[in-house]
């Protein structure tokens, strides 16, 4: 008896439930243009949602001086960002503008049911359709058109993303963004200027003229990168429409500490490159640390490169050296070509180091290691021999420009040369880099090498002098102090 | 002789040709045994019908007034472009008729003693480029048809009878706007509607190349799609017709 009464309350408080949410007002969906991403529903409960969406067929950039006549879901590809929660009811209309040319529809990949809402949304142009669903399962999800030929719809930019959110919701972060990769075909090369129509046989081979994010090359880039600031939480609901390619996306200069793959439950930690099949999305979180840019690509990397799969994220705020340096060293690496094959440890420098400290460094070590230096750093152009090459870097052996004045000769190496110069009657107008990285003991012994070497006979040059030298002339912006 | 005078009365109707005797193969063929289809000559206008021949349709017969016909024959848009029921308005006499539904495009050929063509006819007859009966496989005239329906519909259409007719000597069929055909919803809906099958879903996406025979013809599947997605009620901006009659001379 009384199991009857408790399942005829049941019974009645689910009726009064239920009455209650088909009164409930429906909520109207918030529906953003990547790369923005609507707010967190914050519901605690499943309602009812009214989601609006006008397929537009419009004629934009697709890089500098390119236009294409993408077909869209809002009038930008990628389409509207939707963001509902698991358990909600979606009312969905489907319009399609008057000025359009083709019938167009909506498979959605959150909807359970045939084709995804394609046949129920299926919309002549200057018609409406509405069809509903329950989002049963969480998760990011594309949609795309699915009318004949679908290739056709999905590779014009006819797709877009919906956010289902568990129940629970996402975790709080500082940042959100939408960024959806697509590929694309046109009948004209890589930015071959003027309107591009679509190339049908390029697209059933699957040679992409373009691959972007965002359906435009500079989407992302300049001053449309997206901000960060140093110390937040980003997360980037990356999709990727296709209609053919798969994705390797990478951001350089960053691991991602959480890739929830493709769009589902469950998420990998400390990712490097993560894998978004065409028709598939995932979820990227990453703490960014260092201020700068990190660009977002097609880690298939001539994409990046030769077909605009290329973004930008911008992170402002202060340097933390601790975790990323800048840059500490910037010289010539020599390959085999300093030491020699199978050389001895060279120990000239160290030596002419030690005696330094002591106070007895002599003439004959100070040659010793200007020779390893120099071979190491200067002869790339003045080459071993010191004859430099004919008509474009000067020769130091028997050298009037470099015997003639050995301060002058310690500011060219610290501050480097650009311009003309007259050496032994020739000619030479080249430019050489400042060499203010050395330290000054290692500059003095590259002079001293110089000039007691390759027929030059001269003084020594001490590292006090090159200090002197340093602290009253001027380098160039950008060159080591 | 009453067809006669029928016709005395559409001084603006466009003159036919002959198009045909020729083979369609539909892109689905509704059975295995109709991969192919043989149709005997029949005659086809040369133009799309007009505003100007529509205005002396709807004024001999009130009843298709964009104010007086019922709902059911013509949705909220019919001739919506026109700037009253009997007054084309900025709409030019020899621009094409739109925003006519199917209802009103069946109606105004069979008062001219006509009919709509079926879509195997306004096939055959869409086959030919200037110079080939079927230029279907000719790359340049393929990409041609694909670059049109690409682009969004221009704000104002051009008229009709501009540039070179085709082969069987028809005039835009393809680059103007779309057309009715008798069978609009044959492709998509299968031969007997009370089967209890899916009608549609199956054509979608991936599947709807499961059974096609031609695909890479993608024109061709731009127009079933576009077809497919009519009722006979819709009228849409650029979407207008031209009339068939038999050899014979006796209407369908």
């Keep these: 008896m009384n199991q009857f009464k408790a399942v005829a309350v049941a019974v009645a408080v689910g009726l009064w439930a239920s009455t209650v949410h088909a009164q409930a007002k429906p909520i109207q969906a918030v529906l953003t243009d990547a790369p923005a991403v609507p707010p967190p529903t914050g519901r605690k409960a499943p309602a009812k949602v009214v989601v609006?969406?006008?397929?537009?067929?419009?004629?934009?950039?697709?890089?500098?001086?390119?236009?294409?006549?993408?077909?869209?879901?809002?009038?930008?590809?990628?389409?509207?960002?939707?963001?509902?929660?698991?358990?909600?009811?979606?009312?969905?209309?489907?319009?399609?503008?008057?000025?359009?040319?083709?019938?167009?529809?909506?498979?959605?990949?959150?909807?359970?049911?045939?084709?995804?809402?394609?046949?129920?949304?299926?919309?002549?142009?200057?018609?409406?359709?509405?069809?509903?669903?329950?989002?049963?399962?969480?998760?990011?999800?594309?949609?795309?058109?699915?009318?004949?030929?679908?290739?056709?719809?999905?590779?014009?930019?006819?797709?877009?993303?919906?956010?289902?959110?568990?129940?629970?919701?996402?975790?709080?972060?500082?940042?959100?963004?939408?960024?959806?990769?697509?590929?694309?075909?046109?009948?004209?090369?890589?930015?071959?200027?003027?309107?591009?129509?679509?190339?049908?046989?390029?697209?059933?081979?699957?040679?992409?003229?373009?691959?972007?994010?965002?359906?435009?090359?500079?989407?992302?880039?300049?001053?449309?990168?997206?901000?960060?600031?140093?110390?937040?939480?980003?997360?980037?609901?990356?999709?990727?429409?296709?209609?053919?390619?798969?994705?390797?996306?990478?951001?350089?200069?960053?691991?991602?500490?959480?890739?929830?793959?493709?769009?589902?439950?469950?998420?990998?930690?400390?990712?490097?490159?993560?894998?978004?099949?065409?028709?598939?999305?995932?979820?990227?979180?990453?703490?960014?640390?260092?201020?700068?840019?990190?660009?977002?690509?097609?880690?298939?990397?001539?994409?990046?490169?030769?077909?605009?799969?290329?973004?930008?994220?911008?992170?402002?705020?202060?340097?933390?050296?601790?975790?990323?340096?800048?840059?500490?060293?910037?010289?010539?690496?020599?390959?085999?070509?300093?030491?020699?094959?199978?050389?001895?440890?060279?120990?000239?420098?160290?030596?002419?180091?030690?005696?330094?400290?002591?106070?007895?460094?002599?003439?004959?070590?100070?040659?010793?290691?200007?020779?390893?230096?120099?071979?190491?750093?200067?002869?790339?152009?003045?080459?071993?021999?010191?004859?430099?090459?004919?008509?474009?870097?000067?020769?130091?052996?028997?050298?009037?420009?470099?015997?003639?004045?050995?301060?002058?000769?310690?500011?060219?190496?610290?501050?480097?040369?650009?311009?003309?110069?007259?050496?032994?009657?020739?000619?030479?107008?080249?430019?050489?880099?400042?060499?203010?990285n050395l330290t000054d003991d290692a500059i003095a012994n590259i002079l001293t090498y110089v000039r007691n070497s390759f027929g030059n006979v001269g003084e020594a040059v001490t590292a006090v002098e090159v200090s002197k030298v340093r602290a009253t002339s001027a380098r160039p912006a950008g060159a080591a102090h | 002789m009453l067809l006669l005078v029928g016709l005395s009365a559409f001084a603006e109707q466009p003159a036919m040709v002959k198009v045909g005797p020729g083979v369609y193969r539909p892109i689905y063929p509704a059975a295995a045994s109709q991969t192919e289809l043989t149709l005997p000559g029949f005659l086809l206008d040369v133009t799309p019908v007009t505003n100007g021949a529509l205005l002396a349709f709807v004024t001999a017969q009130p009843q298709w007034r964009r104010d007086r016909v019922k709902r059911v024959f013509a949705d909220r848009g019919y001739l919506q472009h026109w700037e009253g029921p009997l007054k084309p308005g900025e709409a030019d006499p020899d621009q094409p008729a739109r925003f006519v539904s199917w209802f009103v495009a069946r109606a105004y050929c069979a008062h001219r003693g006509a009919r709509l063509p079926t879509e195997a006819e306004w096939e055959l007859a869409a086959a030919a480029d200037e110079t080939e009966l079927d230029a279907r496989r000719t790359p340049a005239f393929r990409d041609r048809l694909l670059a049109w329906y690409a682009q969004p519909n221009p704000a104002r259409l051009p008229k009709v009878g501009a540039g070179k007719p085709n082969a069987w000597g028809l005039h835009d069929l393809h680059g103007l706007l779309w057309e009715w055909v008798l069978d609009f919803g044959n492709t998509m809906i299968s031969s007997d509607s009370r089967d209890g099958k899916d009608p549609s879903g199956r054509r979608f996406c991936g599947a709807g190349a499961a059974n096609a025979s031609e695909k890479d013809d993608y024109p061709s599947f731009m127009r079933i799609a576009f077809r497919s997605s009519l009722e006979g009620n819709y009228t849409i901006g650029n979407l207008g017709f031209r009339c068939a009659r038999d050899l014979s001379g006796v209407t369908r």
Excluded at chain 1, 168 to 191: A, H, I, P, W
Excluded at chain 1, 211 to 224: R, T
Aim: glycine share 12%; with cysteine.
């Design chain 1, 52 to 436: 609006e969406l006008v397929v537009k067929e419009v004629t934009l950039p697709i890089s500098e001086g390119v236009n294409y006549t993408f077909w869209t879901f809002g009038g930008k590809v990628p389409g509207k960002f939707i963001r509902i929660r698991q358990g909600d009811t979606v009312e969905f209309h489907l319009a399609n503008d008057p000025g359009s040319k083709m019938p167009h529809n909506i498979d959605l990949h959150a909807v359970t049911g045939p084709g995804g809402g394609a046949a129920s949304s299926f919309t002549a142009p200057g018609q409406r359709s509405q069809f509903s669903f329950k989002a049963l399962n969480a998760g990011l999800y594309v949609y795309h058109c699915a009318t004949a030929p679908v290739g056709m719809h999905v590779a014009n930019g006819m797709y877009g993303m919906i956010l289902v959110e568990p129940p629970e919701g996402l975790s709080k972060v500082d940042r959100e963004y939408y960024v959806m990769q697509g590929d694309f075909y046109t009948v004209g090369k890589y930015r071959e200027k003027g309107l591009q129509p679509f190339d049908m046989q390029k697209a059933i081979d699957e040679n992409a003229t373009y691959v972007l994010f965002n359906g435009s090359e500079g989407a992302l880039l300049g001053d449309n990168a997206l901000p960060a600031k140093v110390g937040e939480k980003v997360r980037l609901f990356v999709g990727n429409g296709g209609p053919n390619l798969v994705s390797s996306f990478h951001v350089i200069g960053e691991i991602f500490d959480r890739v929830y793959t493709e769009g589902g439950s469950k998420f990998q930690e400390n990712v490097q490159t993560t894998l978004i099949p065409a028709g598939g999305t995932a979820i990227v979180e990453y703490k960014v640390e260092i201020p700068g840019s990190y660009p977002l690509v097609d880690h298939s990397i001539f994409r990046a490169f030769n077909k605009g799969a290329l973004a930008m994220m911008t992170v402002a705020g202060p340097d933390n050296k601790a975790i990323y340096s800048g840059k500490e060293l910037d010289e010539v690496y020599m390959g085999d070509r300093a030491p020699g094959p199978s050389p001895a440890p060279d120990r000239s420098v160290a030596r002419a180091a030690a005696e330094l400290a002591g106070g007895k460094l002599t003439l004959e070590t100070q040659i010793a290691a200007g020779k390893t230096l120099f071979n190491g750093t200067c002869s790339v152009c003045h080459q071993p021999t010191g004859l430099g090459i004919p008509m474009v870097f000067p020769p130091l052996a028997k050298s009037d420009f470099l015997m003639a004045d050995k301060l002058r000769s310690v500011a060219i190496a610290l501050n480097g040369l650009q311009g003309e110069v007259v050496v032994n009657g020739v000619k030479y107008n080249s430019v050489m880099p400042p060499m203010s």
